[in-house]
């Protein structure tokens, strides 16, 4: 996978998640590399249900494999795609470790119930049969794939792997200039403990919490700065150093916005593949 099919990827994700009208359908965001909560309301296994060694199914009853999709289709697929395997905006949930963790529902159905409001994941009020079938229907899926060839719609952390750490140190320190802005003690430390994957590569490309600065320069000269925080054709508003917000007419004033995130962006162009994994190769070392 070459880094204009990551790139394009997570734009595509970015303009879906700006949609507020999709956060209904987030129903399983949180199975992809996230750790489910334990349920006191594990399903039983239905009569059909063929185990492994481990425990987990193997196989199911078609009736019930049915019902799960019918389910997935109406709250998941969505966001996941029709067979579980990703979507515009959700992952694949055939290659999560969760559901590959999962037994009988109990991971699965955790994270159903419980919900993950913080990533605009609702609960789901659904039976023991509901998460059965959902289970069900989820775990056939992931059988599936070793059969199909190609397709993969979802970005593995192996994937973003391949970059050497050394070279892409020297790149943050030289040529890249992000030691101009950022500092691998400072605002980057820890950066690989709270993001992995694309997730950390998207942070890398396109940071999406990073913080404008403005200058105000008011009528009579005085130039006031802070961290842009309104701005449209009418008024600009910023927080000052003391915590103050303060906003002027932008008729009355002159202004200057230094948004981080435009940096980033002027860089796409300039950036080769080896750049880009290098890159994250070192920045995957900052834990």
């Given at each position: 996978?070459n880094?204009?099919?990551?790139?394009?990827?997570?734009?595509?994700l970015?303009?879906?998640?700006h949609?507020?009208?999709?956060?209904?359908?987030?129903?399983?965001?949180s199975?992809?590399?996230?750790?489910?909560?334990?349920?006191?309301?594990?399903?039983q296994?239905?009569?059909?249900?063929?185990?492994?060694?481990?425990?987990?199914?193997?196989?199911?009853?078609?009736?019930?494999?049915?019902?799960?999709?019918?389910?997935?289709?109406q709250?998941?697929?969505?966001?996941?795609?029709r067979?579980?395997?990703?979507?515009?905006?959700?992952?694949?949930?055939?290659?999560?470790?969760?559901?590959?963790?999962?037994?009988?529902?109990?991971?699965?159905?955790?994270?159903?119930?419980?919900?993950?409001?913080?990533?605009?994941?609702?609960?789901?009020?659904?039976?023991?049969?509901?998460?059965?079938?959902?289970?069900?229907?989820?775990?056939?899926q992931?059988?599936?794939?070793?059969?199909?060839?190609?397709?993969?719609?979802?970005?593995?952390?192996?994937?973003?792997?391949?970059?050497?750490?050394?070279?892409?140190?020297?790149?943050?320190?030289?040529?890249?200039?992000?030691?101009?802005?950022?500092?691998?003690?400072?605002?980057l430390?820890?950066?690989?403990?709270?993001?992995?994957?694309?997730?950390?590569?998207?942070?890398?490309?396109?940071?999406?919490?990073?913080?404008?600065?403005?200058s105000?320069?008011?009528?009579?000269?005085?130039?006031?700065?802070?961290?842009?925080?309104?701005?449209d054709?009418?008024?600009?508003?910023?927080?000052?150093?003391?915590?103050?917000?303060?906003?002027?007419?932008?008729?009355?004033?002159?202004?200057?916005?230094?948004?981080?995130?435009?940096?980033?962006?002027?860089?796409?162009?300039?950036?080769?593949?080896?750049?880009?994994?290098?890159?994250?190769?070192?920045?995957?070392?900052?834990?």
């Amino acid at each position: 996978m070459n880094c204009g099919e990551i790139l394009y990827r997570m734009n595509s994700l970015r303009s879906v998640l700006h949609r507020s009208l999709l956060l209904a359908a987030w129903s399983l965001l949180s199975l992809v590399g996230s750790a489910a909560q334990t349920s006191t309301h594990g399903a039983q296994a239905p009569s059909g249900v063929k185990q492994n060694a481990t425990g987990a199914a193997k196989s199911y009853p078609p009736a019930l494999v049915e019902s799960g999709s019918a389910l997935f289709r109406q709250d998941c697929s969505f966001c996941h795609g029709r067979d579980a395997g990703g979507g515009e905006s959700g992952p694949d949930l055939t290659r999560s470790k969760v559901v590959t963790a999962d037994v009988r529902g109990d991971k699965i159905g955790a994270v159903v119930r419980n919900g993950r409001p913080e990533r605009g994941m609702p609960r789901f009020d659904l039976s023991d049969r509901q998460i059965s079938s959902l289970a069900a229907f989820i775990h056939t899926q992931q059988n599936a794939v070793p059969t199909k060839k190609g397709g993969r719609k979802g970005v593995d952390v192996s994937d973003l792997q391949t970059g050497n750490a050394e070279a892409g140190k020297k790149y943050f320190d030289g040529s890249g200039r992000c030691a101009t802005c950022h500092s691998p003690t400072g605002d980057l430390a820890g950066i690989a403990s709270r993001y992995q994957g694309l997730e950390l590569e998207e942070q890398m490309l396109y940071p999406k919490h990073a913080k404008s600065r403005v200058s105000v320069t008011l009528a009579g000269g005085q130039t006031i700065t802070g961290t842009l925080e309104y701005l449209d054709e009418f008024t600009v508003g910023l927080i000052d150093a003391t915590g103050w917000y303060r906003s002027w007419r932008t008729d009355d004033v002159q202004y200057k916005v230094d948004a981080p995130v435009n940096t980033h962006v002027e860089l796409f162009s300039k950036y080769t593949d080896a750049d880009i994994h290098d890159l994250m190769a070192y920045l995957q070392t900052l834990r």
